[in-house]
């Protein structure tokens, strides 16, 4: 009886094609053929039959010729369409597989590509360690935080190495830190077609009948801020907007259909995530980050900052991890209209569900709390966020402006001068930043002079100067002092003031010790470092 996955019956009909590069000896050809061999023929090895003909938002593949198999932590994958009378032109469809992968970077390292010599035909065959699929995603955040990425992604890819993905969430998957995505189908095109953008966009929503045109709204909004660093023309996004008006939905998903279009072209009130700020916006800003869940110190930051007539809020992120009161510190700049906030790594993990690969303990447990505190629509939000901000010579990330992540790495002593560099040849005269929790900037003078100031007032008047400033922390400071830290940015003197404020530290500690979160978060906040 033929297998639904096509077997082979000895080693021999198993033939390795090298990665370019790759050198092997005939005795570890032959153990790795031994070994696919075993995996393939394992008898605790699990075809996955059901995961193909997919045609729902289910995880797998709607071709029906695909064949998967799950064996020794592998997925194998062929397509029975591939079968060739010829030996050598299966290889030479691996091969080219190879090569590939070699130059476009957008597989997984360990998937490899082979050739079954069968009776009734060669196929290809590959092999890819098992990934969650963008498709397994178990919430709404993680869902559309997935698809923005895919899509934002496949841009990149489309734009940086001309090969159009096929943007199925069921082709992608993230890594174990959640960082680095992974197309996992074979199929890819030459040409990159933004109408097949729109119709990836639109296609989600048939899926999920249940979601509510308000939500599609958010996501759109969420959308054009990831996609809009790289689509720069009206025309592009327009010929997205008409993929999108153009794909074929019933009379129910018109409205959910309209409220995302809303959102992609920004249309929409009230909304925080935009990637600039215009000029005519208020010329006093307030400027904080790293509120970490301290809603008490943010009060008092408020509270302060308006005393001294901000007119605009800027948040650099962090908003929750670490302390007691992350429902209170989301919901309330939630409810600012006044407010222009950026995403840092902690909103990400915590939107995303859970921390990542590589976290320090009290990040680990405090992200574990946090998620179980938040809901849905919270958790959304911070995924949401934009990345970055820009207005006029300015630019605000969570992290380093030279990371392209914007939310990993930090500013400090060894990469300063790098990120000072960076900015300017960009031509930004000033970036702030958070991520450190130190009150803090750097000055690259036009000469190339450098300075330092921790304290203070900060004169921008110095023209051909370049600034990274850093507010400092609001809820858990990291610089010697316990007091909240922010920064008051007065555009018509040109000039930003350090500021601290004292809060009730004392209740925020009984709040930490209330909800059991880890003692040495405490014991952070009473030395402040």
């Not at 895919?150 to 969430?169: H, K, T, Y």
């Not at 197309?183 to 890819?188: A, G, I, Q, S, V």
């Not at 690259?444 to 922390?473: M, Y």
Request: hydrophobic share 35%; proline share 5%; aromatic share 10%.
């Amino acid at each position: 009886m033929e297998q639904w996955f096509p077997r082979p019956t000895t080693p021999e009909e198993i033939v390795i094609l090298r990665k370019p590069g790759e050198i092997f000896t005939k005795d570890e050809e032959h153990a790795l053929r031994s070994s696919i061999f075993s995996s393939l023929t394992s008898k605790d090895a699990v075809e996955w039959q059901d995961k193909v003909g997919v045609i729902s938002p289910r995880e797998g593949s709607g071709k029906a010729s695909t064949r998967l198999l799950f064996s020794d932590d592998l997925v194998w994958k062929t397509d029975t369409s591939l079968c060739k009378e010829d030996l050598e032109e299966a290889c030479a469809w691996a091969r080219q597989m190879h090569n590939l992968a070699n130059r476009l970077d957008i597989w997984h390292p360990q998937k490899r590509w082979f050739v079954l010599n069968l009776p009734n035909g060669a196929l290809p065959v590959s092999s890819c360690p098992r990934m969650e699929t963008l498709r397994a995603a178990q919430s709404w955040p993680e869902m559309v935080y997935g698809w923005g990425e895919m899509l934002g992604w496949s841009l990149e890819i489309a734009s940086r190495l001309q090969v159009s993905l096929d943007m199925n969430p069921s082709n992608f998957a993230f890594d174990e830190s959640r960082r680095r995505l992974y197309y996992l189908d074979d199929e890819h095109y030459e040409r990159f077609v933004l109408a097949d953008l729109g119709e990836s966009i639109i296609s989600r929503i048939p899926e999920y009948p249940d979601v509510l045109p308000a939500t599609w709204l958010d996501w759109g909004n969420a959308l054009r801020d990831r996609l809009s660093a790289l689509l720069l023309e009206r025309d592009q996004w327009r010929e997205i907007a008409e993929s999108i008006e153009d794909y074929p939905l019933v009379g129910r998903y018109h409205e959910s259909r309209k409220a995302l279009l809303q959102g992609l072209r920004g249309t929409s009130a009230g909304s925080v995530k935009s990637r600039t700020i215009e000029k005519k916006d208020p010329q006093v800003f307030c400027i904080f980050s790293d509120i970490h869940g301290n809603a008490t110190a943010l009060e008092a930051v408020l509270k302060e900052a308006k005393r001294l007539g901000a007119e605009h809020y800027l948040c650099l992120g962090d908003i929750v991890g670490y302390g007691p009161h992350p429902k209170e510190c989301v919901r309330r700049l939630m409810s600012m209209e006044d407010l222009s906030v950026i995403r840092g790594n902690h909103d990400q993990m915590v939107g995303l569900g859970g921390p990542e690969d590589g976290c320090n303990r009290l990040a680990r447990a405090s992200t574990e709390w946090t998620v179980a505190q938040l809901d849905d629509e919270e958790r959304a939000w911070l995924l949401s966020l934009p990345l970055e901000l820009r207005g006029e010579g300015w630019l605000a990330v969570h992290g380093a402006p030279i990371d392209s992540r914007r939310v990993y790495a930090y500013v400090y002593e060894m990469n300063y001068r790098d990120n000072l560099d960076f900015i300017r040849n960009e031509g930004t005269d000033i970036c702030f930043y958070g991520h450190t929790h130190v009150q803090y900037a750097y000055i690259l003078g036009p000469d190339g002079a450098e300075k330092r100031q921790d304290r203070g007032q900060l004169d921008l008047h110095d023209t051909g100067s370049t600034f990274l400033v850093n507010p400092g922390s609001v809820g858990q400071p990291r610089d010697r002092q316990t007091t909240a830290a922010f920064a008051m940015w007065d555009r018509r003197t040109n000039e930003i003031h350090f500021h601290r404020v004292s809060y009730a530290l004392s209740s925020v500690l009984d709040d930490l010790r209330r909800v059991g979160l880890p003692e040495d978060i405490a014991g952070r906040l009473e030395t402040g470092w």
